[in-house]
């Protein structure tokens, strides 16, 4: 069945010939770059091909990865629709919903920092011990990253591309997709991604007619208001809701949102909803569903009034017959009037200019291209699908362009190198966030809040700045501002908080977790920098649950040789043919037979538990000379020393007189060293028990492995304990799928469970 045939079945229609072209292209081979309008149909033909040429055409796993909750819940959706037809298996995940606990799904939506988390062994809601797991799936699935507009350009967006670009180089698809990337930038991402032997397929839909709701829809655009030098007030949404049953307004600011919220509130003859990113989850959650059954696709003719914020631009499949906005820049713009007359039919947007103030008026935006946007929309009426790519072009071109300037994507390299080296999760976010931002609670009595529980309460983000900036009205009022500050200890999995009072507004800084008190919230209103909330304490969620542990206290007495030929055999019934796809991909990539490396796989299940053949462990697990030595379900005589970095210390000789690329002896010993924690660099003394040989051969032959073992050694480090991103980055990713292999087939033979075990609810 060829893709035009598959998209029919899925879907119920046939596919408009940008999607088909783009079909082809996957199931081929070729990465894409996808420039189409909004409600086109991007997400069907990205899901539908992966899912009926899984591990076939196209990879083993799928991350599809998004800019916020709202719109990875909704194409979570419809992914677990269309997948029903293969009967694969869809994990929506992100900070509230992690149901993914090893990123084993087929297809996995996320937002794009859990995705970045995966990438750099850094999961966000999940045991950072598990990090190489997640990697695994990271470093060779197919990558989606939608609405990439929406990131931070410097920051996400790069991220994004470097994370594209290396699975290029590998011959794995990845998919970047916006309604508003310009030209130049979708061509210099090809030309990277060819540089280095990708293969990228440019789509760009240049006609929107045979785009059916497209075709019937027209769109007025009246900038008379912005360069009259008009303002948003209360009094004007009041006489533009006039002549309409429901009315979208959208600002630039919260403050100017709850500001316009309460004027309307008092005087409205209708309903007014407010909607921003300073509400609780489940506040948003409740409010969002009520837009959708007022603004959604076959919803009543209910009146009313929404005010909100950029928050609508993605994932919020609404429309009105008239849009009202502060001016912002044109790929925000173009989002917004998407929200009007989305599924055909006749509409107006309104440009409003902002206040004029000191600093910057456009804030959160550039002052620069929101300027460069004004001067665009000069004689500007109508807008079509041509006439917002021309627009896009004038306005981004340049900028788009600095953005893959060498320095700073090398400089974005560098970020991700170093998240991975330090481990931390600000670290990830930093790469990602789409503004310097913090974590905030509210509770009024700090000196009776346990520290160790502090990182349970609800939270909420907003822009450092913003926090800066309240800094004198919250001290002056007597009030505090304290940053919950986490020590992580080496190898141990439970974090201790201690609370830092902020004495001065220049300690506040980005990506960290505040408490703060005299300030309140309302689910009406949000977060409010005053006391007018009724809520003054947040309330305490479990936070980072995990779900779905594979393996854990169901341990039987077994020896090694039993678990290790358990262990084999699990990889090579289950794991093997589950990752094919990316096995070839590997072995191509590095010239060397699908044979030989699965014969290394092979051979790192077989022997990543050697260092339970130290006498030294064994002795601790009541093991006596001349018994088959233990694995596991024994009664532990003290505590037992680490076994997994003795095994790759064990097996270093011979993994160095084996490979000629050192890169790939690193690989595999850092995944042996690495199938407990990715962050272990030490090992303790060791020496093997008389006839570890013969241990060995009972469970995997190796003709030279008696030469080539070190038997024993004092106490030390690993000559190194990690790969670098940006400079082996080819080494880095197979050492992330041979880690998840490693470690998932050892999980499932100590637990003696099935593979479907992993996804059990």
Known sequence: MGAREDFRKATGFNPYTFQREAMESLIEGSSLIVRAPTGSGKSEM???????????????????????????????????????????????????????????????????????????????????????IFLGTAGSAMLVFDEVHTLHPEKGLLTSVAMSIESAKLGIPFVMMSATLPRNFMERVKALAKKKGGKVEIIDVEDEKEIKARARRKVELNTEPLFNETCLTAKEIERQAEDVDNLIVVVNTVGKAQQLYRELKANADRPVILIHSRFLEEDRSQKEAKVREIFGKGSSANEAILISTQVIE?????????????????????????????????????????????????????????ESTIDALKGVELLDWQTEIELVERVLSKPFEGYLDPYKFYERLGGLARAVYDGKRSYVEENVREAYSVDVAIYDDVSNLNPDDAWKLKRLRVDFRVLKGKFDQIMEVGEGIYRVEESFIIDEYESRYTFVPVSDKNEIMPFEFYI????????????LFDCDGDIKRFEFEERDKVINVVGEGRMRKESWVEHSRKALDVLRVYMLPRYDYPIRAFAKYFGVSKKELISWVELSVALHDLGKLNIYWQKKAGW??????????????????????????????????????RGLAKVFYLAIAHHHSPWSSKFQKFKLIPNVVDYILQVYPLDDIETSLINGHPAGSLGFNYLNVADENEYYRLYGLVSKLLRISDRLATGGESYESIFSP
């Open 516 to 527: 703060i008190t005299g300030i309140s919230y309302s689910s009406e209103l949000g977060l």
């Open 314 to 370: 993605v994932g919020m499949d609404i429309s009105s017959e008239k849009l009202l906005t502060e001016v912002s820049p044109i790929d925000s713009l173009i989002q917004r009037a998407g929200r009007v007359a989305r599924w055909g039919d006749k509409g107006e947007i309104i440009v409003y200019n902002v206040e004029k103030k000191a600093g910057n008026p456009y804030a959160p935006y550039s002052k620069e291209l929101v």
């Open 624 to 661: 006596r000379l001349g018994e088959e030595p233990i694995a596991h379900g024994f009664e532990k005589k003290g505590k037992l020393p680490p076994h997994a970095t003795v095994s790759a210390k064990a097996l270093e000789r011979y993994l160095g007189e084996h490979f000629e690329d």
């Open 46 to 132: 990205v899901l539908i091909p992966f899912i009926f040429k899984i591990n076939e055409n196209l990879p083993s796993q799928m991350i599809y990865s998004l800019p916020n909750r709202t719109l990875v819940e909704s194409i979570g959706g419809r992914a677990r629709r269309y997948a029903s037809y293969k009967k694969l298996r869809v994990a929506v995940h992100h900070g509230k919903r992690p149901e993914s606990s090893l990123f084993e799904e087929d297809l996995i939506v996320a937002t794009i920092d859990q995705t970045a988390g995966a990438y750099l062994s850094v999961p966000l809601s999940m045991p950072k011990r598990w990090g190489n």
